[in-house]
Nanobody
Framework: QGQLVESGGGLVQPGGSLRISCVAS????????IAWFRQAPGKEREGVAC???????DYADSVKGRFTVSKDRTKNTVYLQMNSLKTEDTALYSC????????????????????????WGKGTLVTVSS
């Protein structure tokens, strides 16, 4: 059974940058797409970004141009580089995966829930505040 472990969250000022990581133990990044989701207090979970096994990246409209998802196969780690952060980016960020090489458009649709993902990390908290 694989495991996803996030790290790198913290407090950052508006306009600042932060990079969070997801170590995907037991999941080959050549076989699994990895997605990032976030959930702010009192709000539904939403998809943020996803990278396929072939390195194709998809993003929510709210983060396009500011966030970049990438992977390091040697470390079996997926990163989310977040720039130009806004207070509304404050949330618990979690990585997740299911038995698929591809990112589904449904990850970026509203509705909350688990988006069909089978494995989740516990999350890392990102707080954007002055």
């Amino acid at each position: 059974q694989g495991q996803l472990v996030e790290s790198g969250g913290g407090l950052v000022q508006p306009g600042g940058s932060l990079r969070i990581s997801c170590v995907a133990s037991g999941f080959s990044l050549d076989l699994y797409a990895i997605a990032w989701f976030r959930q702010a207090p009192g709000k539904e979970r939403e998809g943020v970004a996803c990278i396929s096994s072939e390195d194709h990246a998809d993003y929510a409209d709210s983060v396009k141009g500011r966030f970049t998802v990438s992977k390091d196969r040697t470390k079996n780690t997926v990163y989310l580089q977040m720039n130009s952060l806004k207070t509304e980016d404050t949330a618990l960020y979690s990585c997740a995966t299911r038995d698929s090489r591809y990112c589904a458009p449904s990850y970026f649709h509203s509705g909350g829930g688990n988006f069909g993902m089978e494995h989740w990390g516990k999350g890392t908290l990102v707080t954007v505040s002055s």
